[in-house]
């Protein structure tokens, strides 16, 4: 329990997770590249920038469908994924 705590108080490890979870599926992933307008040469070179996890994060808000099963498949809330993206982007 004490892994998992320091998992969702870490905005990057929980980004990092919601862009595996994000990229795992082909249209989900080219789908947040076009709409994001980063490149898989952004997210190579850049996978732990706040900028990029931010962005990332954003996408999944903006459709809630990816931003609720996302938060299930890495058993968090989805208020969690909103905390993360705003202590990104501070």
Do not use: N
């Amino acid at each position: 329990m004490q892994e998992r705590k320091q998992f969702v108080a870490d905005p990057v490890a929980l980004a990092l997770h919601a862009l595996a979870w994000t990229v795992a599926e082909q249209s989900r992933a080219d789908r947040m590249l076009a709409l994001t307008g980063l490149t898989g040469d952004d997210l190579r070179e850049r996978a732990t920038d706040p900028a990029v996890l931010a962005a990332l994060l954003g996408f999944l808000e903006a459709y809630e469908p990816d931003l609720i099963a996302c938060a299930a498949a890495l058993d968090v809330t989805p208020s969690m994924l909103v905390t993360a993206r705003e202590a990104l982007e501070a």
